[in-house]
């Protein structure tokens, strides 16, 4: 147990199987093995149907549940139930994670003392959002004793005034790091992600008819589910990929993918940070990517532990991948630097760096009520 126990809420929109859920229920368990009291607070779904298992002595608490699904749809019912939650469990620290919630938050703490660290997480340039939530967003940082960025370029596109109090941490690799069962990685080809624009997997279906044109044996198979999985379905088909191409869904169990090791390819066309792409790395995988915003470039040196490749680029995208599928030795030699580099995002490096987060947040927070006391003496 840590010598100053203290009372952590951590706040997200769902109890899904994304990145955002993966990595809040790593930082639960961190610090309820530390000893601080834990609760999970997410506005939609229920505690028993998380993806990610939390542990028994973090409390999970969900708005849906607690108040019904017609509930969740308003801001201000939203903005009540967390303050609620924020009050009743004396709270010392609240760590929210995305842009909406990042505010909801922001708004229901107000007067409470607690400190705040936000986290955003994707990309908030390009990311699809309600103007207002735009607008909010570096509000909500700039007010947060700590803003956690994903990335260096993430904390750069923050106006200069949102980000004195920001902060880059990336994100850790959940999976062990340590040598695939063969080596060099088989020939085996993973993407992983939802099923949505975002992730270019139309480029990627092409890249895949350019390859076997070329007379390259490769087959893809995609882990995933999502919005877009019949239009990509019926792409599949009229590529002449249907033997060649599956899309899998999810994995039974989280990271279910990385067994057996192989190829991973990364096609999007902008990221938050891209947490398959270290998950991959980790596991012995040789990887390719393209060099979107924001993540990719930060994680990998072209031509030493990956290969990167321009976004909407299918005959670039086809290129690299014929190379790595075709060369045994270039394989081999990507998969073992990935392996060193992803050491560089551990978990107990990037749990250490939001041990200080929160330490900070804390310090911040005693020193504006030490000077709220002295302005009313």
């Known amino acids: 147990m840590t010598a100053s126990p203290r009372r952590i809420v951590l706040v997200q929109a769902g109890l899904g199987a994304g990145g955002t859920e993966k990595i809040l229920s790593l930082l639960a368990l961190h610090l309820d093995r530390q ?91 390009i990311q699809r959002m309600n103007p207002l939530w735009r607008v909010l967003m570096p509000f909500a940082l700039a007010r947060a004793e700590v803003a956690v960025m994903l990335t260096r370029a993430s904390r750069a596109a923050l106006p200069a005034w949102a980000r004195k109090r920001a902060v880059v941490i990336y994100n850790p690799a959940p999976v062990a790091c340590e040598r695939a069962a063969a080596f060099p990685p088989p020939r085996r080809l993973i993407a992983v992600g939802r099923l949505t624009e975002q992730k270019g997997f139309d480029v990627l279906l092409q890249a895949i008819r350019r390859a076997r044109e070329q007379g390259c044996n490769l087959s893809l198979t995609v882990y995933g589910e999502g919005e877009d999985r019949e239009r990509l379905s019926a792409l599949t088909e009229s590529l002449g990929l249907s033997g060649h191409v599956r899309l899998a869904g999810r994995t039974l169990r989280p990271h279910g993918w990385v067994d057996g090791g192989g190829i991973f390819v990364l096609s999007s ?40 490749v321009p976004i909407d680029d299918p005959g670039r995208l086809a ?59």
């Open 35 to 125: 000893g601080h009291a834990v609760t999970m607070l997410a506005i939609v779904g229920h505690p028993s149907e998380s993806f990610y298992a939390m542990p028994s002595g973090v409390t999970v608490r969900t708005m849906e549940e607690e108040l019904g699904r017609a509930a969740t749809r308003s801001t201000v019912r939203r903005i009540a139930w967390l303050r609620r939650a924020l009050r009743e469990g004396e709270t010392d620290v609240v760590i929210s994670f995305l842009t909406k919630i990042n505010v909801q938050v922001a708004v229901a703490r107000l007067g409470l003392g607690v400190a705040r660290i936000a986290s955003e997480r994707n990309n908030f340039l």
């Open 269 to 308: 066309r902008f990221e938050g940070f891209a947490n398959v792409l270290v998950e991959a790395m980790a596991a012995g995988f040789a990887v390719v990517s393209t060099a979107c915003d924001w993540g990719p470039p930060e994680i990998v040196t072209h031509g030493r532990d990956g290969l990167l």
């Open 319 to 377: 290129e690299a991948l014929v190379r790595v599928w075709e060369d045994d030795a270039l394989r081999a030699r990507l998969a073992e630097a990935a392996l060193l580099r992803a050491a560089d995002f551990s978990e107990a490096h990037i749990l250490s760096e939001w041990d200080a987060a929160i330490a900070e947040a804390l310090n911040a927070r005693t020193h504006q009520a030490g000077m709220a006391l002295l302005s009313r003496s």
